[in-house]
């Protein structure tokens, strides 16, 4: 049950992270305003740092898949 609520809550948090990233042209991030922040800010340092916790983040969410295919695994 833990897992289950943890993989909902990673997956929420990795759909806003992705949103987060500044577009490359066109993307779902321009159309929810992410054209107009690159405008304004855009640092690289706060890009890397959000790339580093998307990864985190998604790596966690794919931890929490496989553990969840394990025990329905071994329930089975």
């Known amino acids: 049950m833990g897992f ?23 993307g779902l991030s321009d159309m929810f305003g ?12 706060a890009e890397r740092n959000l790339d580093r916790i998307t990864v985190v983040v998604g790596l966690l969410w794919f931890a929490c898949i496989v553990v969840l295919g394990i025990m329905m ?4």
Do not use: E, T, Y
Request: charged residues 10%; proline residues 0%.
């Open 34 to 45: 992410g054209g107009m922040q690159s405008s304004v800010g855009g640092s690289s340092v």
């Open 73 to 76: 695994k071994i329930d089975s």
């Open 4 to 26: 289950s609520i943890a993989l909902i809550v990673f997956s929420l948090l990795l759909m806003l992270l992705v949103l987060m990233h500044k577009g490359k042209g066109g």
